[in-house]
């Protein structure tokens, strides 16, 4: 099994006690190595930090993530895979709130995708990491993985997630049931 490692490229993850950058920082973790082993600390460091829900049945208590797992399992991939490692000087940034989830990566939208057409367009910017990392079994068929996000948000009953493309960097979050009831202009707010 090849591994690619890609230790001066970081994943900077933390968990805020609030809902903003300036509240006080419960957790924090600095991943490097193989692009497989960032993908799978990434996503043990956002399980861990993330609220579980528990909800009775009849009278069995079942316990779940706050956000879908596997919604989670695909952004922290293609954070991973598709941020631009032209940008050496910065770092992918997983961020953990009371009430929601953003994943930041370096480097915008690769031409041709756009926030409009995100989940339509097939474009990868890393071909060859998508390539051996799909044979690992860490992405899904290509093109699939925006809808999966979106198809679990829904199914959890929560809002859709939120891409924002900026010229340096591309930004997804993730909102928590704080934000169950509000329409997109609200949540823009």
């Known amino acids: 099994q090849e591994h690619y490692t890609f230790e001066r490229y970081t994943v900077r993850c933390v968990r805020y006690a609030g809902n903003s950058d300036s509240s006080d920082i419960i957790d ?24 579980k829900v528990v909800s009775i049945e009849g009278t069995k208590r ?6 879908p797992e596997k919604a989670i399992r695909e952004l922290v991939a293609n ?8 940008i050496t000087e910065t770092y992918t940034k997983v961020c953990v709130y009371s009430d929601r989830l953003e994943i930041i990566n370096p480097g915008s939208l690769p031409p041709g995708v756009t926030i409009d057409n995100i989940k339509d367009a097939q474009f ?16 899904e068929e290509y093109g699939r993985g925006i809808n999966i996000v979106y198809d679990k948000m ?10 924002r493309n900026f010229p340096n960097s591309f930004e997804v979050v993730l909102f928590g049931e704080k934000f169950k009831g509000l329409n997109n202009r609200q949540i823009a707010i």
């Open 28 to 51: 924090r973790a600095e991943v490097v190595g193989t692009l497989d082993q960032q993908i799978d600390e990434v996503y043990k460091f956002i399980l861990k930090n993330i609220r």
């Open 62 to 67: 079942y316990e779940k993530y706050e956000y």
């Open 79 to 86: 954070a991973i895979v598709h941020r631009d490692y032209k």
């Open 124 to 139: 990868s910017r890393n071909t060859i990491i998508a390539s051996r990392l799909k044979d690992l079994e860490y992405l």
């Open 154 to 163: 829904i199914e959890w009953d929560l809002v859709s997630p939120l891409f």
